[in-house]
């Protein structure tokens, strides 16, 4: 069974930093493409960040380029999401999510997310 | 610019049929697109992949009572013998270059 369990989420002030992790099990990880998905409270699903079964091939939304920066270690089976520069519209449930192949955004499986807030 | 159009809101009856649009914007009416469902206070669940020629490949343990079509930019999603767990909201998704993905604003679906 597939199972992604995000972790690194919490309350930081605007400006500052956060790292966020997911952690993969029940497939081989380094078979398949992951990103991020973010929700703020009440909105709908916003695409954040992709990054390919190698690391390959990378992207970023408009909204968080040049700010967050997504990364893996196939060795341990973990996604992560440095996020720099916070600010308060980053404020958002943080989805990781697995891609049904190497190098696509067609989202097969879900984590259970981790709330980012983002306040002074 | 890939952008899918969703109406905000819809709802039927407890048993009953009801059928969501995702819109593609102009000159993607080729694009496959996935639907997802979130239940209240819980994480998305992928319902399916649907394809422009209207086949359609579903997750696993998704009911029979979920099905996907296609016409032109249109796709769609059915969801039969409503049930009061089938209460959620439902995203189409796609994707485009550069391993970019792309979500409609999402439908609230209230089974009555």
């Known amino acids: 069974e597939v199972q992604l369990v995000e972790s690194g989420g919490g309350l930081v002030q605007p400006g500052r930093s956060l790292r966020l992790s997911c952690a993969a099990s029940?497939?081989?990880?380094?078979?398949?493409?992951m990103h991020w998905v973010r929700q703020a409270p009440g909105k709908g699903l916003e695409w954040v960040s992709g990054?390919?079964?190698?690391?390959?091939?990378?992207g970023y939304a408009d909204s968080v380029k040049g700010r967050f920066t997504i990364s893996r270690d196939n060795a341990k089976n973990s996604l992560y999401l440095q996020m720099n520069s916070l600010r308060a519209e980053d404020t958002a449930l943080y989805y990781c999510?697995?891609?049904?192949?190497?190098?696509?955004?067609?989202?097969?499986?879900w984590g259970q997310g981790t709330l980012v807030t983002v306040s002074s | 610019q890939l952008v899918l159009t969703q109406s905000p809101s819809a709802s039927a009856s407890l048993g009953a049929s009801v059928k969501l649009t995702c819109t593609l914007s102009?000159?993607?009416?080729?694009?496959?697109i996935a639907w997802h469902q979130q239940q209240p206070e819980k994480g998305p669940r992928y319902l399916m992949k649907?394809?422009?020629?209207?086949?359609?490949s579903k997750g696993d343990g998704i009911p029979d009572r979920f099905s996907g079509s296609s016409s032109g930019a249109e796709r769609y999603l059915t969801i039969s013998s409503l049930q009061s767990e089938d209460e959620a909201d439902y995203y189409c998704?796609?994707?485009?270059?550069?391993?970019?993905?792309?979500f409609g604003g999402g439908t609230k679906l209230t089974v009555l």
């Open positions: 029940g497939f081989t990880f380094d078979d398949y493409a």
């Open positions: 102009s000159g993607h009416s080729s694009y496959a």
């Open positions: 649907l394809n422009s020629d209207g086949s359609h």
């Open positions: 990054i390919s079964w190698n690391s390959g091939s990378i």
């Open positions: 998704q796609t994707w485009g270059t550069d391993i970019m993905g792309v």
């Open positions: 999510a697995k891609s049904t192949s190497w190098n696509g955004a067609l989202f097969g499986n």
